[in-house]
């Protein structure tokens, strides 16, 4: 099998976990495409459209917020179909080259999308500690292509077999960055070659066990993020919460709104920061513990949570913040044409009229005037 044993038919339990797993790929990758279009869509039109409504959105990392939506939305139309395609067919169809192509295709998206976060968040403590932010005076394109260029070169060293490759993952079944070695044991969890080779490597001392390109590109790309996160998100609470205690008369809304703004991003940073951390764990766990039992079940749990980060932000958005929900509203009345709107506003009005004391009055004398 292409797959491990607890997913496929053949498992007891197999089917209906390969089910759970195929039914939150399409809730993930369903709010996550539809919710981050709508996010690129609302922010757009509230920054070009309705400008001195929404000043909110003219900050300088509005760009970034839109090009993290784009990052998502790309992971969830690329990404998650050619994990779901896995899954109902119990190996990858198609050739061995579009496996290496998505693979790296998904990590370079990923690895961008947690570059752009972190510089979203860096960006932030300098406009609250500086006064300026660190990215005001540059193009937003040229930084944005920049984050791409870097997420590159992260991925290089397995994108040109430097440290390890990408292809297909014949222990986890799965298109994702692979050792490189030839020797490597691609055995799975349970079997007897498995228990021999972690028995072995457990009477080796963890930092001479060695690692493959795929955990030092996770390493490096997602702790040098996660730390630059959490720095600024305190920075961000500590300042905006002296703000917040500033809560003079003369405050204004915009003032009232950004605060509120950083609010809500902080929630969506320490999302980022929290959804993939179980499966770190679990791609590091040759170093902690090489003889985890049931491992590819317990990766591909670590893999199904770490997927909601990626449609997080929208629904954060729009339950916590109130001005993003105002403009979202805003989008939809762009969006509906004005012969539509007069006609459900007619409908309203005289739906109104027939219930108001007034109009329950006529309707009664015309009904005399017809028995007369």
Known sequence: QCLPEELVNSSANGSIILNMFLLNIFLIGSIGLIGNLFTIATILNAKRNHKEEFTIFSHSSTPLLIHLAMCDTLYCAVGLPSFGVIFVQHYFPLPEIWCRLLAIFRNITAYTDFLTLGLISVDLACFYTRG???????????????????????????????????GYDGVNGRCEAIPLWPDCPSVRSGSP????????????????????????????????????????TIIIWCKAYKERMKDTPDKTWDTKDFLHMERTLIMVFLSYCFFPLPLLVMEWSSLWSPCIQHKELVTWCCYNFYWWMYAINFLIYFTRNVRFRKAFQTLVNDLIPEKVKRHFKKANEETIHSNSFVGRIEQLGSEHVEMN
Not at 145 to 163: E, P, Q, Y
Request: with cysteine; hydrophobic share 50%.
């Open 132 to 166: 300026k932010c660190l990215i005001a005076d540059n193009n937003p394109y040229f930084v944005c292509g920049c984050l791409w260029v870097a997420s590159f070169a992260l991925n290089s060293i397995n994108i040109f077999n430097i440290t390890g490759s990408f």
């Open 193 to 232: 070659e498995y228990l021999t080779e972690c028995m072995r490597m457990e009477k080796v001392v963890w930092y001479k066990r060695g690692v493959n390109g795929g955990q030092i590109i996770y390493l490096v790309g997602f702790w040098i993020p996660f730390f630059a996160i959490l720095l600024s």
